[in-house]
């Protein structure tokens, strides 16, 4: 396909930087305020976009701005031209010698604490010029945002086979019953049946989240019915409600670490059968990767790798 010809106007991207930020913000006033540029400038250079390609962008209200059809079709392109600007400019200035740009990374709530911390600290040490912003969430969100390209990398839990994604299994981790310290008599890290899960009260995220299925399933094979007091999707709500014995939830050893190595909790392999997951690191097809992007999987993949040679708990050396 021929490459279109630009005029010297189509070469301005302040009109799409503009019009970017006026539909995030809402408001030209708020566009305004964070942009340090009057609203009468941001105006006319929206409307000259809108008299150029002779159709409406925004809708205008007493309430603010909201974007059209055509400003919504828009708005996805002027994201993605800003941000391949903003990933061609890291690239070229990474050519001098130091790598730079910030790296986006989806993580399931939990692990987020066990390996972001120690990732910062590498780049810092090493790559002081690339930064990284997270977002956790579980795996239907991350590979919603991977597929929107709101994200450079997942870190992710038994994600399904996704053709445009390209996915590598990091660490397969066990899955643990967890209680406060004390409340069953078991040692830390005796195994749990799965026959006895009827005999306890049970805090669980609801299906069809993708642990929930794995549980039931090991709940399923023991013969037994499950007793779910509470569901809940948040991991954090999940454990502080456990921290006041409100019952017992079911999770991968990996995101338990802090809370062991503190004593707030105790947790016990689920065994007959055995419940395994499998971490993923996974990217798009669809977005090419940036010396930055590569730097930080190279990082994940050397933790999730000191976490496999540490055992069940997963803890970087």
């Known amino acids: 396909m021929p490459v279109p010809k630009l005029n010297s106007s189509s070469l301005d991207l302040r009109p799409l930087y503009y019009f970017v930020q006026v539909a995030e913000c809402g408001s030209f006033s708020r566009a305004s305020a964070a942009l340090s540029v009057s609203q009468p400038v941001l105006s006319r250079f929206i409307k000259g976009m809108e008299d150029d390609l002779q159709v409406q962008l925004l809708y205008r209200n007493g309430r603010g701005v909201s974007v059209t059809d055509a400003g919504e079709r828009l708005l996805r392109h002027a994201t993605t031209i800003l941000r391949g600007l903003s990933q061609a400019q890291s690239e070229v200035i990474a050519l001098r010698g130091e790598p730079v740009g910030n790296v986006s990374i989806a993580l399931p709530p939990m692990l987020g604490g066990v390996l972001s911390a120690e990732l910062i600290r590498r780049l810092r040490t090493n790559y002081p010029q690339v930064s990284i912003s997270l977002r956790e969430g579980f795996a239907a969100e991350a590979l919603e945002w991977l597929s929107a390209g709101s994200v450079d990398i997942g870190v992710l839990f038994n994600p399904p086979h996704i053709t445009t994604l390209i996915s590598e299994q990091m660490l397969e981790d066990e899955i643990h019953l967890v209680g406060t310290p004390g409340s069953l008599d078991l040692l830390q890290g005796s195994g749990f049946p799965a026959r006895r899960l009827n005999e306890i009260s049970l805090i669980l995220p609801p299906a069809p989240h993708r642990l929930r299925a794995l549980i039931d399933d090991a709940a399923s094979h023991a013969k037994v019915a499950l007793k779910v007091e509470v569901e809940v999707t948040g991991t954090n709500t999940i454990l502080e409600l456990v921290r006041k014995k409100i019952g017992y939830t079911i999770l991968p050893s990996a995101l338990l670490y802090d809370e062991l190595q503190e004593n707030r909790l105790q947790s016990w392999p689920i065994t007959e059968p055995k419940i395994v997951t499998r971490l993923h690191l996974a990217t798009s ?33």
Request: glycine fraction near 10%.
């Open 285 to 317: 097809m669809q977005k090419p990767q940036t010396i930055a992007t590569k730097i930080v999987i190279k990082e994940i993949s050397e933790l999730l790798g000191l976490y496999r040679k540490r055992g069940s708990h997963g803890v970087p050396a």
